[in-house]
Each structure stands twice: as C-alpha cells, then as structure tokens.
C-alpha cells in the first residue's frame, strides 16, 4: 500500500503560536488532499482540503500548503489555541465520491497556556 | 450538513457473539460509504468500501466472512462483527461520502470479553 508519512509525530506549542505538520505521499495519482483533526473517542473531522491547482489554500486560521513537485503538503495552525489540541491526520486520495482516502500516520497536537 | 451518525456510539459482547454497528447519513445520501478501525493510538485502517446495492469491496488481510457489510440503502450501512474475539475490540468508524468529501460518523467502541 502507498505510504503517507506525517511529521513530527507530536508537537507542543504554546498558546499563540505556529504549528506546522508536514505529509509526504509517494502516489502521483492524488489530486485530493484533505486534512482531518480528531478529539479521543471521535470520529475525524475535515478540516480544510486543497486540489493540485493550487499551492496554497486558507480557510480562517488554518492554511494548507502544497508543493507537487516534492509531493509534500503542510498544514499551518495560526494563532494556536488550546481547544486546537487533537491528532491531526492527512489523507490524500483521488477525487471522486468512490474513491478512497490513504491516511498518514497521525500528529499529536498539544497546545499549552 | 453532511451529518453522519453511527449506533450503538459502544457495545460491550462475549466472545463468540456477533454484533451489529449501523452507519447512517442523515441529511444527504451517499452511494459510496467506508469502514474503517483504529487501534489506540494509532491511525486509521481501511477495511472496506460499501457500496448501495451490490457487494462490499474488501482490503487485503480483512476476512470479508468476518466482517458482513450490508450497505442497502442510499443513507445506511451496517457492518456485523461475526463470532467476535477479544482481538476484533476496536474503535469502529464509518464515513459516507458526498462528492469528493468524506464525511465521519462519530466511532463505536466495541469490547469483546
């Protein structure tokens, strides 16, 4: 199976702060990457997504960033907050109501005071 | 919008029992859903696509003789755990989809003893 590696694994920043994670895939044939964040005992939920045609998209404090060439796509939480703390997960795919979704490994997000 | 729900949100069973887990899109109908597990901790697994009307589309290593998908309707799929083992406890969770966007249901926790 394609592999999507997220990184860093866990990140701690403070109140107010950058956080950035990272996605690496290696299947050329995506054009969806979306961006999901999870509470314990929930199910994800989409956070903000972005198509190939575009390099970077922003939705409020949340901003994707995609490079094709690197096939590499980020995520930047602006102003963070705590209520933000939660496992954030990419999960590129292929556009099309059938299609699957590969998810990364996972970031473990805390957001301190 | 694009409200999924699942039920029961926990089930406890005895080993050697099946149980039932309902997905259900509420405001919007989806032809396509998917089932997914996650292992604390860790990220989240395929294990089929569900499709309305014909046969569910299995991922390699998943028992299809194990885990029944019904997906017969346009805004409900169920996945039955059949003769459960203490190694099929799980967070379930199911997703719909809505043209290119897959929307989650909340998980089921399931404990087989």
């Known amino acids: 199976q394609q592999q999507v590696k997220q990184s860093p694994q866990s990140l701690i920043v403070q109140k107010g702060g950058i956080s950035i994670i990272n996605c690496a895939y290696e299947n050329t044939a995506f054009d969806y990457f979306p961006w999901y964040q999870q509470f314990p005992g929930k199910g994800p939920a989409l956070l903000i997504a972005i198509r190939p045609d575009v390099s970077e998209k922003k939705e409020g404090r949340f901003t994707i960033s995609f490079n094709k060439s690197a096939k590499q796509f980020s995520l930047h939480i602006m102003d963070s907050q705590p209520g933000d703390s939660a496992t954030y997960f990419c999960?590129?795919?292929?556009?099309?109501?059938?299609?699957?979704?590969?998810f990364g490994t996972g970031t473990r997000l805390q957001v301190t005071l | 919008g694009a409200v999924v729900s699942q039920h029961p949100s926990w089930v406890i069973c005895k080993s050697g029992t099946s149980v039932k887990i309902e997905c259900r899109s509420l405001?919007?109908?989806?032809?396509?859903m998917f089932w997914y597990r996650q292992f604390p901790k860790q990220s989240l697994m395929l294990m089929a696509t569900?499709?309305?009307?014909?046969?569910?589309?299995?991922e390699q290593g998943v028992e299809k003789d194990k885990f029944l998908i019904n997906h017969a309707s346009l805004t409900l799929s169920t996945l039955t755990v059949t003769s459960a083992h203490p190694e099929d406890s799980s967070f379930y969770i199911c997703?719909?989809?809505?043209?290119?966007?897959?929307?989650f249901g909340p998980g089921t926790r399931l404990t087989v003893l």
């Open positions: 997703s719909a989809s809505l043209r290119d966007t897959q929307y």
């Open positions: 405001d919007f109908q989806a032809t396509t």
């Open positions: 569900s499709n309305e009307g014909s046969k569910a589309t299995y």
């Open positions: 999960a590129p795919g292929v556009a099309g109501t059938a299609s699957k979704l590969t």
